[in-house]
Structures are given as C-alpha cells and as structure tokens.
C-alpha cells in the first residue's frame, strides 16, 4: 500500500498540481463495508445525523432522463431514486459550518457533481494512464467508491477554481478506507489559502473522524444500507 497523500501532492482534473494554489487533505481507515460508507457520503439526506461540518445540504437540481452520464466517455447509469442522492450532473448547495464555536453560522457552497464510480459502475472520467501515474487517486476501479464535484457559480465564477474528490476505498469485506481532498487555484484561492487554510484542514479531518464514526455505528447496528 502505498503513502497517501503522495509526497508530490494532490491533483484533479480542474485544478491540476502545478496549478494548486492551496490542497486540503484528510483520511480514516474505517472498521465498515466500503459501499456503507459511501452511501453516507452520497445520501445528502443522512449529513444531519453525522457531519459537524456541513450539517445540511440542499439539491438544487437532479439530471432530468432517467439515465444519467457517469463519465466522460458517456456511459451512463440508472437515475436514483433517492432525489437527495448526489449523481453525476447534481446541482447542490453545501451549507458549511467553519467554525464549531458557531454553529449557527453557516456558508452557503454552490457545487456540481462531476463524476460518480463505483466497482459495479465504473467511470474513466479519470482516465486508465492517470490513475496509473498520478497516485492522487486509486487505480483500481474495481475497489474504490467515487464521487467528486466542483464550484458551480457564486465566487467560484469570479476567480476560485476548486475540486474536491472522495474515495472510498475497499481494504476487506468489513473493512475501507475514506481520502478526501481538494485542490483550489485562481486569483481568490490566495485568499482562502491566508483566511481558512488551518480551519479547513482541521475541518477535513474532522469530517473523516465524523463520517468513521457514524459508519462504524451503523455497521455494528448492522445497517448495511442507508434507508431511503
């Protein structure tokens, strides 16, 4: 197995590592089924119950055909019938807590799915020669839970460039473990680098502590699934 994050750092399709302005990183190994531990990350509806930092999501818009792209090579997969599944295309706002000492206080994160995979749906909109190079990701399809989303509008459209990734990597039948990271560039990255760059890595870990926590519960309740 090798080190995670790799010492080079972090990439994504839309903010490469040369681009990188700030990258935010976090990971748990997590005693839960891989696929039950991305259904919390993918169920919006579930973020009440165990993230500390982004309590509520809203979807603003779902993909309109019943079958929906899930990479760029254009294969596609059923639409889910859970409307607060995140889904290649979905539009969702973020409500972000950044300060636990206030926690009526959140900002609002306008984000679009870029891409979904799973072991049984597998999508190349990370390409094979990439996956193979760049050790930012997994690249075996067949063992990591994927999604990924970036800025859609608001102060994104005016100078900040950010993609955030999440896999859920398979390690045994009980067994997975969670990296998530973002990669920002562009003009306003320099100031959310100087105001939030300790907060936000303090954030993603603990948003790693939270999502180990809840699966792990649900595991042992033996919840395989999240209801819907």
Known sequence: MTSWPPSEGLSTPTVSRASATLTTSGSAFISAPAQLVFSLVIDTSTYPSWSSFIPRATIRSQPSSRETPSSTTGRSSPKDPN????????????????????????????????????????????????????????????????????????????GLQTERFTEVIVRSEGECEVRTWEVMGGVLARTVKWMYKDTLSKRFEEWCADLKSEGEKRARDGRGEVEE
């Open 83 to 158: 409307p607060a599944t995140l889904q290649p295309g979905t539009t969702f706002t973020y409500h972000v807590r950044m300060s636990p000492s206030s926690p009526k206080k959140l900002t609002d994160t306008p984000l679009r799915v870029t891409d979904v995979s799973t072991p049984e749906r597998q999508s190349e909109y990370i390409p094979e020669e990439v996956r193979r190079e760049d050790e930012s990701y997994t690249e075996d399809l067949g063992a990591v839970y994927r999604v990924s989303w970036k800025g859609d509008g608001g102060f994104f459209a005016r």
